[in-house]
């Protein structure tokens, strides 16, 4: 699958905040369906891949209040983007996904088979 680094960085950034298999799982999701549209390019891979983890989080209620700010933390230190953009582009996402945000089970599985294969 297209841009595996930046999924391993997604991955390897959710384990440090504590997020569940599911909540990447659905993170992966989002962030290939936005590849599927062609709306990911070299400046904005990032700022894509971020956005798909905080909306994971906090869809799938896996963060506190305190806790999606320490994610945004964590976000912006690894993909080196500013907060504000990644707010910005929380909303593009949002509307690339026709705000389908629950996912279909089959959509999903893959992903976290392979990751809870992997711990």
């Known amino acids: 699958s297209p841009f595996p680094s930046l999924k391993r960085e997604m991955r390897n950034l959710s384990e440090e905040c504590s997020l569940e298999p599911v909540t990447v799982s659905m993170a992966y999701v989002y962030f290939e369906k936005l590849v599927l549209q062609g709306k990911l390019n070299k400046q904005n891979r990032k700022l894509c891949a971020g956005a798909c983890v905080l909306l994971a989080a ?5 963060l506190r ?3 999606v700010k320490h994610l945004i ?16 582009f929380e909303f593009t996402v949002l509307v690339a996904l026709e705000l389908a945000l629950y996912l279909p089970e089959n959509q999903v599985l893959p992903h976290y088979r392979r990751l809870t294969q992997q711990s």
Request: proline share 0%; hydrophobic share 25%; net charge positive.
């Open 58 to 62: 906090k869809i799938s209620s896996d």
């Open 65 to 67: 209040k305190h806790e």
């Open 73 to 88: 933390d964590k976000l912006e230190e690894r993909f080196r983007f500013n907060r504000r953009d990644l707010i910005g």
